[in-house]
């Protein structure tokens, strides 16, 4: 006999956070800065940060009226086109729409947000803390990089499930139909796949153009590496990894998620 145990979305919600919350606090213990005796750490982690920021504000901005505007044309559609009910469809759509676009985003906010400090503290870890006279390990390192990564694993599992979940339960108090009731719930699945698509395009295309540039401006006219400290172009490489392979990811791995959920519910 199998047991199945129902548990309601804001329930979802609350674990999810609750054990992401452990994790940031985790990833936190961990010194960095002038603690450990390298405070250049501090200036090069704050410059990426502050870079991921702004591209990433600025990307969200320009989303912002993409999705409005594409929620707005699907309310039109379906208002039109809609045998039963057409306004009440229309909102359920173009909400369902916004929901999923939002969350997706937020995915992969938190995720490079979480990165770019998990990214100075696996260093941290691994160089030691000369001030406390501890030695640091590559065991270190990769726990702080593990915890980091975890942190985008279960806020895209917490948000995808408190996110279909909440939707579902209140297109079925709406509608009686179920056939409606997925109809209007794959739009959250297209908000979601919306802004995963141009996140990580648009990540892409700018970590692509800066690991470039790094290796052009870098090693071909200045004869410097990659990574050394002496080419600028460093910083926007990194910044670029952070909003293409960890903010566009995030949002990506969102999208998949909610995706397949939609997709077996509807079958």
Known sequence: MMTTLHLPFPHLLAVAFIFIFYLYTKIWSYPIGKDIGHPAIDDLAAQIRNGAKAFLVTEYSFLTVFVLALAATLFGLFYVTSPADPLATAVAVSVS????????????????????????????????????????????????????????????????????????????????????????????????????????????????????????????????D??????????????????????????????SYVGSIVAAMTL
Request: glycine share 16%; hydrophobic share 50%; proline share 1%.
């Open 97 to 224: 729409f916004v929901s999923g676009a939002f969350l997706s985003a937020s995915a992969g906010w938190w995720g490079m947000i979480v990165a770019t400090d998990g990214n100075a503290k696996t260093t941290a870890a691994c160089a030691g803390n000369k001030a406390l006279g501890k030695k640091g390990t590559l065991n270190d390192g990769l726990t702080v990089a593990f915890t980091t990564g975890a942190v985008m694993g279960f806020a895209v599992v917490g948000l995808g499930l408190a996110g279909v979940s909440a939707c579902f339960t209140v297109l079925s108090a709406i509608f009686s139909d179920q056939a409606k009731v997925m109809q209007c719930l794959a739009g959250f699945g297209f908000g979601a796949s919306s802004i995963a698509l141009f996140a990580r395009v648009a990540g892409g295309i700018y970590t692509k153009a800066a690991d470039v540039g790094a290796d052009l401006v870098g090693k071909v006219e200045e004869d410097i």
């Open 226 to 255: 990659e990574d050394d400290p002496h080419n600028p172009a460093v910083i926007a490489d990194n910044v670029g990894d952070n909003v293409g392979d960890v903010a566009g990811m995030g949002a990506d791995l969102f999208e």
